[in-house]
């Protein structure tokens, strides 16, 4: 029976400037031949794959956290999608309060396209992120910003204090059939309150991953760094945490590495299993 090894992408397997080392791509390759690998990120499809250029992935990728499953043939294993009746409700709230969000979407009537949408009224924090897609062809800015008829996730992005509003008034109105990601955004330095669907997360992804190449989670092996990821803590074999994880992750992990992100925590937890 193979090993299987999934990771967390961002502040875990990249770097803090959102590279990769030749060293950690050579350690995780060599895995190929004998483990199943994958991914387990927040991120989409198509920014996955451009990190991952070059990188061995043989096992459906959990992306969007956890609200697409997907091989990187494009292959939908598994979605979660918040409907746009629901969608629309979640942006009028904000919308009352003076904050529009980003809307992760599925094209209805491509092969796993997905759409990135936007209002033209942004705050300096939503900005900043989107000078990191300049190049990518799905952005859709929008004089008002609704859902579409699939949608993986709505992220706001702005002060703690403001999310912790947005997100209190969503619960009043939705209460569990949603799901909140409230947490800080490292890379431009303010909060994000992420919503899904109920079931969309790591854990379930991680379920689904399992059932789909008919591996025992006992086998499994999972990198992370932050509260996203505790799900799969809880599901795999062995958990291990990089030394920049939060706190709660780390007391949850299995193995805390004495090595971060920016310095091939991973790759070097990999490489040791070799020389064990």
Same mark, same amino acid.
């Given at each position: 029976?193979?090993?299987?090894?999934?990771?967390?992408?961002? $502040?875990?397997?990249?770097?803090?400037?959102? /590279?990769? /080392?030749?060293?950690?791509?050579?350690?995780?390759?060599s895995y190929a031949n004998e483990a199943i690998l994958s991914v387990a990120t927040a991120r989409t499809?198509?920014?996955?794959?451009?990190?991952?250029? +070059?990188? *061995?992935?043989?096992?459906?990728?959990?992306?969007?956290?956890?609200? #697409? &499953? *997907?091989?990187?043939?494009?292959?939908?294993?598994?979605?979660?999608?918040?409907?746009? =009746? &629901?969608?629309?409700?979640?942006?009028?709230?904000?919308?009352?309060?003076?904050?529009?969000?980003?809307?992760?979407? #599925?094209? *209805? +009537?491509?092969?796993?396209? @997905?759409?990135?949408? !936007?209002?033209?009224?942004?705050?300096?924090?939503?900005?900043?992120?989107?000078?990191? !897609?300049?190049?990518?062809?799905?952005?859709?800015?929008?004089?008002? &910003?609704?859902?579409?008829?699939?949608?993986?996730?709505?992220?706001?992005?702005? =002060?703690?204090?403001?999310?912790?509003?947005? @997100?209190?008034?969503?619960?009043?109105?939705? *209460?569990?059939?949603?799901? !909140?990601?409230?947490?800080?955004?490292?890379?431009?330095?303010?909060?994000?309150?992420?919503?899904? $669907?109920?079931?969309?997360?790591?854990? $379930?992804?991680?379920?689904?991953?399992? =059932?789909?190449?008919?591996?025992?989670?006992?086998?499994?092996?999972?990198?992370?760094?932050?509260?996203?990821? #505790? +799900?799969?803590?809880?599901?795999?074999?062995? /958990?291990?945490?990089? /030394?920049?994880?939060?706190?709660?992750?780390? @007391?949850?992990?299995?193995?805390?590495? =004495?090595?971060?992100?920016?310095?091939?925590?991973?790759?070097?937890?990999?490489?040791?299993?070799?020389?064990?």
């Open positions: 029976m193979k090993n299987i090894y999934i990771t967390d992408l961002d $502040h875990t397997f990249l770097k803090s400037d959102l /590279s990769l /080392s030749d060293y950690t791509q050579k350690i995780w390759n499809y198509k920014k996955t794959m451009q990190f991952l250029e +070059g990188f *061995a992935i043989n096992a459906p990728m959990i992306l969007l956290d956890g609200a #697409l &499953v *997907a091989t990187t043939q494009k292959k939908i294993i598994d979605t979660k999608f918040i409907v746009q =009746e &629901v969608g629309d409700a979640i942006i009028e709230v904000g919308s009352k309060m003076g904050i529009y969000p980003f809307v992760l979407a #599925l094209d *209805a +009537g491509k092969n796993l396209q @997905e759409l990135f949408l !936007y209002d033209t009224i942004l705050n300096p924090y939503q900005k900043e992120v989107l000078t990191r !897609y300049t190049t990518d062809d799905n952005l859709i800015e929008c004089k008002k &910003v609704r859902a579409k008829e699939k949608n993986f996730k709505v992220v706001y992005m702005g =002060e703690e204090q403001l999310l912790r509003a947005l @997100e209190a008034e969503l619960k009043t109105l939705f *209460a569990d059939r949603l799901k !909140y990601i409230l947490a800080p955004e490292a890379y431009v330095g303010c909060w994000f309150l992420t919503i899904l $669907h109920k079931d969309a997360d790591k854990a $379930h992804g991680i379920q689904s991953v399992s =059932e789909y190449m008919g591996f025992d989670v006992n086998n499994l092996t999972v990198f992370g760094d932050n509260l996203n990821d #505790l +799900g799969m803590f809880t599901l795999a074999g062995t /958990s291990v945490a990089v /030394s920049n994880a939060q706190k709660e992750v780390k @007391e949850k992990a299995d193995v805390v590495l =004495e090595f971060s992100n920016d310095e091939d925590g991973v790759a070097k937890y990999l490489q040791r299993l070799r020389n064990v």
